[in-house]
Nanobody, 115 residues
Framework: QVRLVESGGGLVQAGGSLRLSCTAS????????MGWYRQAPGKQREMVAT???????NYLSSVKGRFTISRDGAKNTIYLRMNSLRPADTAVYYC?????????YGQGTQVTVSS
């Protein structure tokens, strides 16, 4: 069983910054991907950023240069530093862990960017 606990969401003005954190616990394999997805009202969930245990990262094109994902392998924790936030970034952000072809999600944390 895998558990993901997120923190760090909130309300920020456009141009501001936030940092999200997520810690995984339970049956965590040595090789996995962890990342962040988001879902805005009326829209499908989309990948924001992912990072593998081997250091490979991937970003949604609209967040490149503004968001940075990082991992602390020893703590099974990932972070998402979000700079230059825009109202279009408003969504519920979900932590994700993918291993053994299975996806696990956290409960989600709300990020709201006001204009």
């Amino acid at each position: 069983q895998v558990r993901l606990v997120e923190s760090g969401g909130g309300l920020v003005q456009a141009g501001g910054s936030l940092r999200l954190s997520c810690t995984a616990s339970g049956d965590i394999l040595s090789l996995n991907f962890m990342g962040w997805y988001r879902q805005a009202p009326g829209k499908q969930r989309e990948m924001v950023a992912t990072a593998s245990t081997r250091g490979a990262t991937n970003y949604l094109s609209s967040v490149k240069g503004r968001f940075t994902i990082s991992r602390d392998g020893a703590k099974n924790t990932i972070y998402l530093r979000m700079n230059s936030l825009r109202p279009a970034d408003t969504a519920v952000y979900y932590c994700n862990l993918r291993q053994r072809y299975q996806d696990y999600y956290g409960q989600g944390t709300q990020v709201t960017v006001s204009s």
